[in-house]
C-alpha cells in the first residue's frame, strides 16, 4: 500500500511541477464551431448561411415566418380572432400596449436576432481568404437580401428603426432609431447589389435567394417608394424569366410552385400559416376568421373565394377562413411559405405601369391575375378605364388576391393613405390615426435609452 | 481493544551502538542532512529540524519523505513488552525495534540505570517510554525519529527556596496522561505566572505552598490546585462550545482560536429534522445564510444566499455559495440538476426551481456543516469563495465498541398554507357581478364582450374543488437509516445506508425515493505520523412527478369538465373547447405526463498526510465526484388537446448529463509548538478537472404511445449535446502565529488561473488578514470583567473572486441549428463574445465580537460585516437591436451588502434530571448598490437605483381604492392625466429581508427530549393579487375566496376593485396596473415552527437484556405551524402557483446496538 502511496506522490509532485499554464488551456468545445473556422472553407460557410434560413423556416413565432402574416392581417381589416386572447385582441382593436409579448419577442427581437446572423456571415465572408470568390459572392448576396428582408418589415411597421449592418455590439446596442428613408436606401442598396452578386444559378430550387428573388422584392421596394420605372423595370425582369408562371390556384403554395419566388422550406412541418388558420376540424371554429368587409370585396364568380377560402359553422355562426395553406399536419410535407410569388410582381408592374401612365400594358398585367381567378378581364369589360379607377381596381386585386398573406393589405392601406378613412370606419373610437405605427416594445426603450418611442404610445 | 501485535515481525537489525544506528538508518539523501546535525546538543538539534523546512524546497522534502515511509514500513503496531529485570539497554532495543525510533543516551547513564520489571501491550511510543523510566532518573524527548534520553534535573524537582522566594515545580497533564505544553499556570490574585515547556513541566515562584495556583489551558476546563499539591495536575478537556471542533479551509480550528467568521451547526441539530435535502434543515439556523425553498415538490431546490446577493445579474449567478464534501468540491452545486422541467420548476417562470443535487447527500450522514463567510475564512478559496464556502463534513467512525445504529421514521405530508377558492356558486355569482358591472350581457360570440360559455355552455351546476383535487392529497414520507461504526484506537470505521421515500400530494403515484450509501475510514498509524481519511458516498435520487407543477391550474373554472362520460380526459364542453377560453386545459393530462429523473451522486475522498519531521505535514488531499442526471419524460396521445390533433402528436424527452470532476491538493503543513505561541504555515496546490457531458433528445410524432419509450420509436429526433471542459488551478498559502492564546494573526493568500478566461486574464491573486485578540486572556482584563469568561475582538480584510460564468464564453462560438436546411446541417452565432473580460474581484470586511459569560454557559457572538462587489462579471442586458439581449462584461457598478449577526447560545438550567438550553441567531442585512457609473444610459436604468437595493420594486405608486368608483388610483407622476410605464414608474421600496433567524429550544426532562425551532424572516414580498393582473377575478378563471372582500357599493372601503368581466375595462386595466404596482407588494413576514421533535430515551437494565445500548423513540414534525399576517399562500415561496411548503409530521424509533 504505501508503495502505491509512494507512486501517487511522485505523481502529484510531477504534475504539480508541470506547467499549470499549460493545464489551463483547454481545447475548444467539440459541440461547438469557432468563428475563425467557419470562414475556412466554402462547406462551413454554406452551413453559417444555411443556418440562417434554418433558423427562420423552422421558427413558429418568426418574425419573417407567420407573424406579419398572422398580426398584420388583425391590424388591418382582414381577420378577427375567436378565441380570447390578450395578444390577438390588442392587435385586432389597433390597442397595442409597448409592453405587448409579440411585439417584443415575435417581432423586434426575432428581427434583429436574424439580422445579426445577416452581418456575421457577411463580415466573416468578407475577412476570408479562404472562401472562393463565387460561393463568397453567392452567399453574401443572399445575407443581403435576407437584411434587406427583415429591415424592410421593420420600417414598415415601426417606422423609423435602427439601422444594423455591422455585429458590434458595442454600437449597435445604444444606436438611435435611424431615418426610414435612409433605412430605405440601405434596403435598396442591399438588394441591388445582391441582385449582382447572385448568379442565377437555376439548379437551385426556390428554397433559397435567386436573383429574381431580389429584382422581386427590389421591385416591391421601389413600388413602396413611388419609383415607378425602376419598379416596373424589376418586375419586368422577373416576369421576363421562363422560370416562372402563374400556377392554377391550388397549386400555388404547393411544393413545386412555378409562381414562387422564394420560399421557406420547413425541416419540421407545413407551413405556420397552415397551422394557424386553419380549424382543428370541420366542426371547429377555426383561431382566425375573415372579416365581412374582406368577403364581401370578392367579385361574383371568383375563384378564389371558393379556392383559398373556406368555412365552418359553430352555433349557428359561419366563420369564413383563409384556406391558401390547405395543410394543418405536420406531415408529410407538401406546402411551403412564400415569400414572394408572381402574382405580386404583376401586380407590382400593372401599379408601376399605371402611375406611368402606361394604362393598357397596366390592364394586361392586371387580368394575368384576374383571368386566373376566373373573372372577366378588365381588357373586355372595361378597357378605357380611368387611370384613378384602375388605381382603384389594382389595390381592390391586391386586397383579393394577397389577402392573408404577409401583411399586404396592412401595408397597402398605410402606404396608399388610406388606412385612417378605412380603418377608422371599420375599427371605430378604438382607431387612432397614430396606429399606423406599432409600438416599440417597452423592453426595448428600457434597454437603450437613445430609443425614442412611437407617437401615441409614450 | 487488545489486538496481539501478530502481524509484527522485528526486522533484522544489526547490533550496533546508540550512537551509530542513528547516522545509518536511513537513505543515502537523508545522511547528508543529518550529517551535520550537532548530536551532542540535543537543544540545538531540536531547532535544526525545524527550519529545514526553510531551507530545502519541496523536492527534498518529497524525498525525505519517502525515505521516511521507507523506514516505518514495518511498525504499523503498538508496542508491547514482557521483561522481569532485564538492563535498561536491552528494554531500549526492543522498543527500537518495534518501533523504528532510535535512541540516543550516553553509555554513563546506562550503565547507572536500575533494571526494568516491565508488562505493556500495544502501547504507544509515549506510554511505553514512560512506563520503562518510571522508575530511572531519566528523562525522554522525542525529536523526529529520536529518543534523546536525559538524566533528570533534580534540583528542580523539589520545592525549594531560593533566594528570591518558594518555588514549586511540576507537570501538568491531560485525562489520558499526555502532557501538555504552553499551560498557563498563575497564582490566583497575583502577577506571578508562568507557562509549562514542552513536557508540560513548570516551575513558577509563590508567595506561600497554601497559595492556590490556576492552570489554564486551551481546550482544557480551568483548575485551581494548591501550590504545595502541584507535583502532578491533571486538566479535563473543555465541555464548553467554543472548544469544539470548526472545520475551516484545508484544517479545523475552535470557535476560540478562529479569526474568522464561521457558523457551525452539528449533527445533533440537523438529525432530529424529517428532510431529505441537508438545506432544508439549516434554514433559519445560520446566521447571515437565507434559504428559501422555491416549492413544497419533494426534491426541488431552494435558494441559498449568504449576506445577500451581489449578483447584478441573477441569470448569470444566483450567488451560489461553493459546496464542499469532506474537503472535495461537490460540483453540481446548488444549481438545478435538470434539463428537462417538471413540476419542481415553476410553472409560470420556468427558470426558477428545479430538482436540488443536494437532494442526493442524506442529512442523516452529516456530522457538521460549517459555514464560513469572511474574507479570512473563504479568501483561500479563491474564485470560488465569493459567495460564501459551505463545508459538509460526514461522520467517522469513533473508536470502541461496535456500534450498530438504525432509524426508521415514517410520516405524512399535507400542504401548508394555502388559499382557499371559490366554489361554483360563489364562482358563478362573481362573472354575473363582474357582467352587471361592466354592462354586459353573457353571450357566446367570443368577439363580442361578456363571451362566457362557462355561464352558458359549460354545466353550471358542476363543482370539482380543484385545490383539493389536485394539491390536496395526503403524502408520505418513510424514512430508514443503519449505520455501523467502531474501530480501535488506530483505525476507525464507518459504513452505512439509508432510504427516503416522500410521496407527493397531487392525484396518482409521484415519488421522491432516495437510496444512499455512505462509507469512512480513517486510520493513524502507530507511530501517529500516517494519517489517512477517506470517505465514499453514493446516492441514487429518483423522483417521479407531473410535467408540470399541478397548483398552477387550481384557479380553473370551478365547473370545469374533467372526464367526457366514456372516462376519457374532456377537453371540450358543448363545442367550446378549454385551450380556446383563456388557454385552460385540463389538468389531470399533465398527470398523465409522467417526468422520471434518476440522479446519482458518487463521490469519493482521500486524504493521506504524513508527519516528515516534528511539525511538518505533507498531506495530499484527493476526490473524484460525479453526478447523474438522468431524465425522461413523455406526452402520451391521452394527454394532448385535441384541438392540437395532428399538428402535436405524441413526444418524449430523454435527457442526461454527466458532471465529473477531480481534484488533487498536495499540501505541505509546518507547525511550531512552542511554549507562548503557536505558528503554523500551510502551503498547498489545487488541480482541478471538471467536465460536464450530456445529451438532450427530443422524439417528436410517434404513431403509437406504445413506442414512448425507444427514441428510435419518433418520427423524428431532435438532439443536442454538451461536452465543455473546465479546469482550475492555484497555489496556496496561509500562515497562522498564535501568541500565547492571546493574539492570533490568520494571513492568506491565493494565485488562481480559470480556463474560464482568455489567456491574457487568466491568472488573479487574491489576500485576507485576519486577526483576533482574546482579551479575557489579558490579566488586567481578568479582574476586571469577572462575569465573563471569555472575549475575543476580531477582524478581517481580503479579497474573493468569482468565475461562475460558464465555459468558453471569451469565444467566438457557433453552433449547429436545431433543422438543417434542405439537409445540410446548419450553423448560428451562440451569443455575443467579448474576450476582454476579466476577473471579479469582491473586497470583504469582517468584524467581530465572540463573548463567553458565566464559565461559557452564555455565548454571544456579534459581527458586522461590509462586502464589497465590483468589476462584475454579469450579462450585460443590451437592447436586442444588437442582435442578444446580453453580452458578458465586467460590470462598473459597486455593489455593498452590510450587516449585523448576532448569535446567542445558552444553557439556561443545567441539572441532573433537567435542562434547557436556547440559541437564537438574527440577521440584519443591507444590500445597496454604491454607484453605477452612466446607471441612466445604461440598459440598467429601469431596474437599479443609485445608493438603494438591488431587489427594487419599481411601478406605479399605488394610492388608494377610490371609494366612488371601486377602482384602485395610482400616482399619475407627471400628470398627463395617463399612466404609463415610461413616465410614470417610481422606485418604491425593495423586497430584502428586514431582518431573519432562528430560536432554537432543547429541553430535556429525565428520559424525554423536546427541540423547537422558529425560523423568522421579516421581509416585503408580492402578494396573492400581484398574480390576478392577468386573471382578474370576474374573468373565466377562478379565484381565492378572499376576493369576495371586493367593492361593492359607493362608500365602501376595500382592498379589491370591483370585479369586472371585460378586458380593457377601467376595473381590468387598473388591475394590470395594480400588477406592476408597491399594492401588490405586502408584509410576508413569518414566524415558523419550522421543527418540533420530541424524544423518549428509555433506560433501564432491560436494555441490555435484549442487546441494546440506546433506545428512542420520538415525534418530529416540520412546518407544522406559520404565524403571518400575509395576504398569499406561502410567505415563503410568495407564489400563488406554486406547490406551498409541505406540512410533515412523523414518529419514529432509534435505537443502537
Redesign the interface.
Known amino acids: 500500500m504505501k508503495n502505491k502511496i509512494v507512486k501517487l506522490l511522485i505523481l502529484t509532485l510531477l504534475v504539480t511541477l508541470s506547467s499549470c499554464k499549460k493545464f489551463l488551456e483547454i481545447p475548444p468545445p467539440e459541440t461547438e464551431v469557432e468563428l475563425s473556422k467557419i470562414f475556412d472553407s466554402d462547406q462551413t460557410a454554406l452551413a453559417a448561411t444555411l443556418g440562417l434560413y434554418s433558423r427562420v423556416a423552422n421558427d413558429v413565432s418568426a418574425f419573417c415566418n407567420g407573424s406579419i402574416t398572422i398580426y398584420s392581417a388583425l391590424s388591418a381589416d382582414e381577420t378577427f380572432n375567436t378565441g380570447v386572447n390578450t395578444n390577438d385582441d390588442a392587435f385586432r382593436t389597433n390597442t397595442l400596449l409597448s409592453s405587448n409579448s409579440v411585439l417584443l419577442s415575435s417581432m423586434w427581437r426575432n428581427a434583429y436576432l436574424y439580422i445579426y446572423h445577416t452581418n456575421a456571415v457577411i463580415e466573416g465572408l468578407e475577412q476570408s481568404a479562404s472562401v472562393s470568390r463565387t460561393v463568397k459572392d453567392q452567399l453574401t448576396g443572399e445575407m443581403l437580401y435576407l437584411r434587406a428582408l427583415h429591415h424592410f418589415y421593420l420600417v414598415n411597421l415601426f417606422g423609423d428603426v435602427p439601422l444594423m449592418t455591422s455585429t458590434n455590439y458595442l454600437v449597435n446596442a445604444n444606436m438611435a432609431r435611424t431615418q426610414a428613408s435612409i433605412v430605405w436606401d440601405q434596403i435598396t442598396h442591399d438588394l441591388r447589389q445582391a441582385s449582382t452578386l447572385i448568379t442565377d444559378n437555376t439548379n437551385l430550387d426556390n428554397t433559397r435567394i435567386s436573383r429574381a428573388a431580389c429584382q422581386g422584392l427590389l421591385a416591391r421596394v421601389y413600388l413602396y417608394r413611388g419609383l415607378w420605372k425602376e419598379a416596373e423595370s424589376e418586375a419586368s425582369k422577373v416576369i421576363g424569366t421562363s422560370r416562372f408562371a402563374l400556377e392554377s390556384l391550388n397549386n400555388v403554395f404547393l411544393i413545386g410552385s412555378k409562381e414562387v419566388l422564394f420560399s421557406w422550406a420547413r425541416a419540421t412541418g407545413n407551413t405556420v400559416e397552415g397551422s394557424k388558420f386553419l380549424p382543428t376540424s370541420t366542426t371547429a371554429r377555426p383561431p382566425y376568421a375573415l372579416q365581412p368587409g374582406l368577403m364581401s370585396t370578392f367579385e361574383n364568380g371568383d375563384d378564389r373565394k371558393t379556392s383559398w377560402i373556406k368555412s365552418n359553422t359553430v352555433s349557428g355562426t359561419i366563420y369564413n377562413y383563409p384556406n391558401k395553406y390547405k395543410v394543418r399536419a405536420a406531415s408529410p410535407i407538401t406546402e411551403r411559405c412564400a415569400v414572394q410569388r408572381l402574382a405580386e410582381i404583376y401586380l407590382i408592374r400593372a401599379e408601376a405601369r399605371t402611375n406611368q401612365n402606361d394604362l393598357s400594358n397596366a390592364i394586361d398585367d392586371l387580368d394575368m391575375i384576374r383571368s386566373r381567378a376566373g373573372l372577366t378581364r378588365l381588357k373586355l369589360s372595361n378597357p378605357t378605364i380611368s387611370r384613378e379607377e384602375l388605381l382603384k381596381a389594382i389595390y381592390r386585386e391586391r386586397q383579393v388576391e394577397l389577402f392573408a398573406e404577409w401583411g399586404h393589405r396592412w401595408l397597402d392601406l398605410k402606404r396608399s393613405g388610406q388606412a385612417n378613412t378605412i380603418l377608422g370606419q371599420i375599427k371605430g373610437s378604438n382607431w387612432q390615426t397614430t396606429d399606423i405605427l406599432y409600438p416599440l416594445p417597452i423592453n426595448e426603450l428600457q434597454t437603450n435609452p437613445n430609443l425614442t418611442q412611437n407617437l401615441g404610445y409614450e | 481493544m487488545s489486538a496481539q501485535p501478530t502481524i509484527y515481525q522485528p526486522t533484522k537489525t544489526k547490533s550496533m551502538n546508540f550512537y551509530t544506528c542513528f547516522h545509518n538508518a536511513y537513505g543515502e539523501k537523508w545522511k547528508r542532512i543529518c550529517m551535520r546535525i550537532p548530536l551532542n546538543k540535543p537543544e540545538v538539534l531540536f531547532r535544526y529540524i525545524t527550519t529545514i523546512p526553510m531551507r530545502t524546497n519541496?523536492?527534498v522534502l518529497?524525498l525525505a519523505?519517502?525515505c521516511f515511509?521507507?523506514t516505518s514500513?514495518a511498525f504499523g503496531q503498538g508496542i508491547s513488552i514482557s521483561v522481569k529485570k532485564q538492563p535498561l539497554e536491552s528494554v531500549f532495543k526492543i522498543i527500537e525495534k518495534q518501533s523504528g525510533y532510535l535512541f540516543w543516551c550516553e553509555k554513563e547513564l546506562l550503565q547507572k540505570a536500575r533494571p526494568v520489571d516491565l508488562t505493556i501491550n500495544n502501547a504507544t511510543i509515549e506510554q511505553a517510554l514512560n512506563a520503562c523510566l518510571k522508575e530511572q532518573d531519566l528523562s525522554y524527548a522525542i525529536k523526529g525519529k529520536t529518543i534523546v534520553i536525559k538524566a533528570k534535573d533534580k534540583a528542580s524537582e523539589k520545592k525549594s527556596i531560593n533566594s528570591k522566594g518558594l518555588v514549586v515545580t511540576g507537570q501538568v497533564t491531560s485525562e489520558n496522561a499526555s502532557v501538555l505544553p504552553g499551560v498557563s499556570i498563575r497564582q490566583k490574585g497575583s502577577q506571578r505566572t508562568t507557562v509549562t515547556d514542552k513536557e508540560g513541566k513548570f516551575s513558577i515562584e509563590v508567595t506561600d505552598f497554601n497559595a492556590i495556583l490556576q492552570f489554564s489551558y486551551v481546550g482544557y476546563e480551568l483548575k485551581e490546585v494548591r501550590a504545595s499539591n502541584a507535583e502532578a495536575v491533571s486538566l479535563a478537556a473543555s465541555t464548553s462550545k467554543l472548544d469544539e471542533v470548526q472545520v475551516i479551509a484545508y484544517g479545523t480550528t475552535t470557535r476560540r482560536l478562529s479569526t474568522s467568521s464561521i457558523s457551525t451547526i452539528k449533527a445533533a441539530d440537523i438529525e432530529n429534522q424529517p428532510v431529505s435535502n441537508p438545506l432544508a434543515a439549516l434554514q433559519g439556523r445560520v446566521p447571515g445564510l437565507l434559504i428559501s425553498q422555491t416549492s413544497g415538490v419533494a426534491g426541488s431546490a431552494f435558494k441559498v444566499q449568504l449576506r445577500g446577493q451581489t449578483s447584478l445579474d441573477p441569470s448569470l449567478s444566483q450567488n451560489n455559495p461553493l459546496f464542499i464534501i469532506d474537503g472535495i468540491p461537490f460540483e453540481a452545486g446548488n444549481t438545478a440538476a435538470n434539463q428537462i422541467n417538471s413540476a419542481a420548476n415553476n410553472p409560470t417562470s420556468i427558470s426558477s426551481g428545479g430538482l436540488s443535487p443536494l437532494n442526493t447527500l442524506n442529512p442523516q450522514d452529516i456530522e457538521s456543516i460549517d459555514v464560513l463567510k469572511d474574507a479570512d475564512a473563504t479568501s483561500i478559496y479563491g474564485n470560488r469563495g465569493a459567495n460564501g464556502v459551505i463545508l459538509i463534513t460526514t461522520k467517522k467512525g469513533q473508536a470502541g465498541k461496535t456500534n450498530v445504529r438504525a432509524n426508521v421514521y415514517s410520516g405524512i405530508s399535507r400542504i401548508g398554507r394555502s388559499m382557499d377558492m371559490l366554489d361554483t356558486k360563489e364562482y358563478i355569482a362573481v362573472r354575473k357581478e363582474a357582467m352587471e358591472n361592466d354592462g354586459i350581457k353573457p353571450g357566446?360570440?367570443?368577439?363580442v364582450a361578456g363571451?362566457a360559455p362557462d355561464l352558458l355552455s359549460w354545466d353550471t351546476t358542476r363543482y370539482t374543488d380543484f385545490k383539493k383535487l389536485l394539491i390536496g392529497n395526503t403524502g408520505h414520507s418513510t424514512n430508514y437509516k443503519i449505520s455501523v461504526s467502531g474501530g480501535n484506537t488506530g483505525t476507525q470505521f464507518i459504513v452505512g445506508a439509508g432510504y427516503n421515500k416522500q410521496t407527493s400530494v397531487y392525484p396518482g403515484s409521484f415519488a421522491d425515493n432516495v437510496i444512499s450509501f455512505n462509507t469512512g475510514i480513517t486510520h493513524q498509524s502507530q507511530n501517529k505520523r500516517f494519517n489517512l481519511i477517506f470517505s465514499a458516498n453514493y446516492a441514487n435520487d429518483r423522483n417521479t412527478l407531473p410535467r408540470y407543477d399541478l397548483t398552477r391550474y387550481i384557479n380553473l373554472p370551478p365547473n370545469l369538465k374533467l372526464y367526457n362520460d366514456d372516462g376519457s380526459l374532456s377537453w371540450s364542453e358543448n363545442?367550446v373547447?378549454y385551450?380556446?377560453?383563456?388557454?385552460h386545459t385540463n389538468p389531470l393530462s399533465y398527470t398523465l405526463q409522467m417526468y422520471d429523473a434518476q440522479n446519482e451522486n458518487l463521490s469519493g475522498s482521500l486524504s493521506?498526510s504524513y508527519q516528515i519531521l516534528e511539525g511538518l505535514k505533507?498531506k495530499?488531499t484527493?476526490g473524484y465526484n460525479r453526478f447523474i442526471a438522468d431524465e425522461k419524460t413523455n406526452k402520451p396521445s391521452a394527454s394532448i388537446d385535441?384541438?392540437?390533433?395532428?399538428?402535436v402528436?405524441p413526444s418524449a424527452e430523454f435527457a442526461n448529463q454527466k458532471t465529473s470532476s477531480w481534484i488533487?491538493e498536495?499540501q505541505l503543513e509546518y507547525t511550531l509548538p512552542a511554549e507562548k505561541s503557536g505558528f503554523n504555515i500551510l502551503l498547498g496546490?489545487t488541480?482541478q478537472n471538471k467536465q460536464n457531458v450530456g445529451q438532450y433528445l427530443t422524439g417528436?410524432?410517434y404513431t403509437s404511445d406504445i413506442l414512448l419509450g425507444s427514441i428510435r420509436g419518433a418520427?423524428?429526433i431532435d438532439a443536442?449535446?454538451?461536452?465543455?471542459?473546465?479546469?482550475?488551478?492555484a497555489f496556496f498559502g496561509r500562515i497562522n502565529y498564535n501568541f500565547a492564546n492571546r493574539y492570533i494573526l490568520n494571513v492568506s493568500a491565493r494565485r488562481d488561473?480559470?480556463?474560464r478566461f482568455s489567456?491574457e486574464q487568466?491568472w488573479a491573486n487574491f489576500a485576507a488578514v485576519g486577526i483576533a485578540w482574546i482579551f479575557t486572556e489579558e490579566n488586567f482584563l481578568k479582574n476586571l470583567l469577572p462575569l465573563m469568561s471569555f472575549g475575543k475582538l476580531r477582524g478581517s480584510y481580503g479579497t474573493t473572486g468569482n468565475d461562475q460564468i460558464g465555459?468558453?464564453k471569451f469565444?467566438?462560438?457557433?453552433?449547429?441549428?436545431?433543422?438543417?436546411?434542405?439537409n445540410?446541417?446548419?450553423?448560428?452565432?451562440?451569443s455575443?463574445y467579448n474576450p476582454t473580460y476579466e476577473w471579479e474581484i469582491n473586497n470583504k470586511l469582517e468584524l467581530g465580537l465572540d463573548m463567553g459569560f458565566l464559565k461559557d454557559r452564555l455565548l454571544v457572538t456579534l459581527a458586522y460585516y461590509r462586502n464589497r462587489s465590483n468589476n462584475q462579471l454579469i450579462n450585460y442586458?443590451?437592447?436586442?437591436?444588437?442582435?442578444?439581449?446580453s453580452?458578458i462584461q465586467n460590470s462598473p457598478a459597486e455593489v455593498e451588502n452590510t450587516g449585523f449577526e448576532f448569535t446567542m447560545t445558552s444553557k439556561n438550567f443545567e441539572r441532573h434530571d433537567f435542562s434547557w438550553s436556547t440559541s437564537v441567531n438574527i440577521s440584519i442585512p443591507r444590500n445597496r448598490l454604491i454607484s453605477f457609473p452612466n446607471l441612466?444610459?445604461?440598459?440598467y436604468?429601469?431596474?437599479y437605483q443609485e445608493g438603494r437595493s438591488l431587489n427594487l420594486i419599481r411601478g406605479y405608486k399605488f394610492l388608494y381604492l377610490d371609494q366612488q368608483t371601486g377602482i384602485y388610483k395610482f400616482e399619475d407622476v407627471n400628470g398627463d392625466g395617463l399612466l404609463?410605464?415610461?413616465?410614470d414608474y417610481q422606485f418604491l421600496a425593495n423586497t430584502d429581508p428586514k431582518f431573519f433567524g432562528g430560536l432554537q429550544n432543547n429541553i430535556s426532562f429525565k428520559n424525554f427530549d423536546l427541540q423547537f425551532f422558529f425560523q423568522y424572516n421579516r421581509q416585503t414580498g408580492a402578494s396573492y393579487i400581484s398574480k390576478l393582473a392577468?386573471t382578474v377575478p370576474g374573468y373565466?378563471y377562478n379565484q381565492p375566496s378572499i376576493v369576495l372582500e371586493r367593492w361593492l357599493a359607493p362608500g365602501q372601503q376595500s382592498n379589491i376593485e370591483k370585479f369586472t368581466a371585460t378586458?380593457?375595462s377601467a376595473a381590468a386595466l387598473s388591475y394590470s396596473y395594480f400588477g406592476n404596482s408597491d399594492g401588490a407588494y405586502t408584509d410576508a413576514s413569518f414566524l415558523r415552527l419550522k421543527n418540533l421533535s420530541l424524544g423518549y430515551q428509555f433506560k433501564g437494565n432491560w436494555l441490555s437484556k435484549i442487546h441494546l445500548s440506546a433506545l428512542k423513540v420520538y415525534v418530529e414534525s416540520q412546518n407544522l405551524l406559520t404565524i403571518t399576517s400575509y395576504k398569499g399562500p406561502d410567505p415563503e415561496t410568495q407564489d400563488f402557483y406554486v406547490l406551498p411548503p409541505l406540512r410533515t409530521v412523523v414518529a419514529g424509533i432509534q435505537l443502537n446496538l
Not at chain 2, 443536442?720 to 488551478?729: A, F, K, V, W
Open positions: 519541496v523536492v518529497m519523505f519517502f515511509l521507507n514500513r357566446l360570440n367570443p368577439a363571451y363545442g373547447a385551450a380556446t377560453v383563456n388557454n493521506l505533507l495530499v484527493s385535441p384541438i392540437f390533433d395532428g399538428i402528436l488533487v498536495p496546490n488541480i417528436f410524432d418520427g423524428r443536442s449535446n454538451i461536452n465543455t471542459l473546465y479546469r482550475y488551478t488561473g480559470s480556463s489567456p487568466r465555459d468558453y469565444l467566438n462560438l457557433w453552433t449547429n441549428t436545431l433543422n438543417p436546411y434542405n445540410v446541417p446548419g450553423l448560428y452565432p451562440r455575443l442586458k443590451l437592447a436586442s437591436q444588437s442582435g442578444f439581449t453580452v441612466s444610459g445604461s440598459s436604468a429601469s431596474r404609463n410605464s415610461g413616465s392577468n373565466i378586458p380593457g
